[in-house]
């Protein structure tokens, strides 16, 4: 048998690789989405807060139940009860359930009998990871606020037990915590819902009232809505969140009905101040110490209503985005025992110093992706 030629042996070996007209015949890689829609996780995420940390974006929510869509690494039973569900993401986008931030056995029993975890707030003050979060049922006449600590946002988390309750701080309907560092370095609180947002300063590492509860009680200000003794009224606010921006304090706020499926009328407002408890004036000078004021950054059009209970975040270019709840239209409001409300994220625009969402609506049609 005749030998072939070194050269031309080399190129059979080499032949079954190739592919038509030369080209390699491995798969092309997969083509990168270029853009998102709302919502960006569903069916259920209420209240959410957002951190960021190691290059990786955890959100936290509200006590609920559902199907929980798992990561490809379930740490745990995803029918189960979620008692402070955290997702995780790389970009913002694409939402993965980890792991509840509670268990039933370790769940808090301070408050009312049957109560929940409601609109938790996670800070980082130094190297700690803190945990705020409202302990109430429906309708509860003495809702309370705790804390709780982890070395990493996922946990395992410490519980702290309470800060206070309503009766004990003077503030009724004390739910929706917001915690954030002023430019003093002083760590201040934010919270209520539609009976007055009330502020206190806590201690440094943000674990208790700074001088005790007495000391709290009589120096708290009211930075929103009318005063506590004043009956509900959804025309106020709840959910406060407090960003700091180019020498202002920025006071998010939600006003309207926010459980009441697609007849929601939960929006987004905001005002800003130059002092961590205000005064936090709108656009048009007047402040938040009565209902109907501050700037609509988002409100319910045809795709989303019920939008609210927000955080903000910015993004790898320093663009800001809104990331909040709200019901789709095109479905119905409620997910077996919860309100169906979806995670949605939207970039805010700046005009005179105020943010606001393109269109004043959630928005529906594909949009660019944040910067990671």
């Not at 960003?243 to 920025?250: E, N, R």
């Not at 700037?295 to 319910?300: K, L």
Request: proline share 7%; aromatic share 12%; glycine share 12%.
């Amino acid at each position: 048998m005749k030998k072939l030629p070194v050269l031309l042996l080399a190129a059979a070996l080499v032949l079954p690789v190739l592919g038509g007209c030369g080209e390699p015949s491995t798969p092309p890689a997969p083509e990168q989405p270029s853009g998102y829609a709302n919502p960006v996780y569903e069916p259920v995420f209420a209240d959410p807060c957002v951190i960021a940390y190691e290059g990786k974006y955890y959100a936290y929510a509200t006590e609920d139940y559902g199907e929980w869509k798992p990561s490809d690494d379930p740490l745990e039973n995803v029918s189960d009860k979620k008692i402070v569900p955290i997702l995780e993401s790389e970009d913002l986008v694409h939402w993965y359930f980890k792991k509840a931030a509670f268990t039933d056995l370790k769940k808090p029993t301070w408050g009312t009998i049957g109560a929940n975890l409601w609109a938790p707030d996670v800070v980082r003050i130094g190297d700690t990871f803190v945990m705020y979060y409202a302990l109430s049922v429906w309708g509860d006449p003495d809702p309370g606020i705790g804390v709780a600590t982890a070395s990493h946002p996922l946990g395992p988390w410490t519980d702290h037990g309470k800060l206070f309750t309503s009766l004990e701080i003077g503030v009724n309907n004390s739910i929706d915590p917001c915690v954030f560092q002023g430019d003093d370095g002083k760590v201040y609180m934010i919270w209520g819902s539609f009976r007055g947002l009330y502020g206190v300063e806590l201690t440094a590492d943000g674990l208790a009232l700074k001088d005790g509860l007495d000391a709290a009680k009589n120096a708290k200000t009211r930075v929103a809505g009318l005063d506590t003794s004043i009956a509900f009224n959804i025309g106020t606010y709840e959910a406060p969140y407090v960003i700091k921006k180019d020498g202002y304090y920025y006071l998010f706020v939600s006003s309207g009905s926010c459980c009441d499926g697609l007849r929601s009328t939960y929006h987004v407002r905001v005002a800003r101040s130059k002092n961590p408890l205000g005064p936090y004036v709108g656009s048009d000078g007047r402040d938040m110490l009565d209902t109907g004021r501050g700037d609509i950054v988002v409100q319910g059009g045809n795709a989303f209503v019920g939008v609210g209970h927000n955080a903000v975040l910015q993004d790898a270019n320093g663009d800001y985005y809104l990331l909040y709840h709200g019901f789709d239209t095109s479905k119905d409001g409620m997910y077996g025992n919860s309100n169906r409300r979806n995670l949605l994220l939207d970039k805010l625009e700046w005009k005179n110093g105020f943010p606001y969402v393109e269109g004043l609506t959630p928005t529906k049609e594909e949009q660019p992706l944040p910067a990671v």
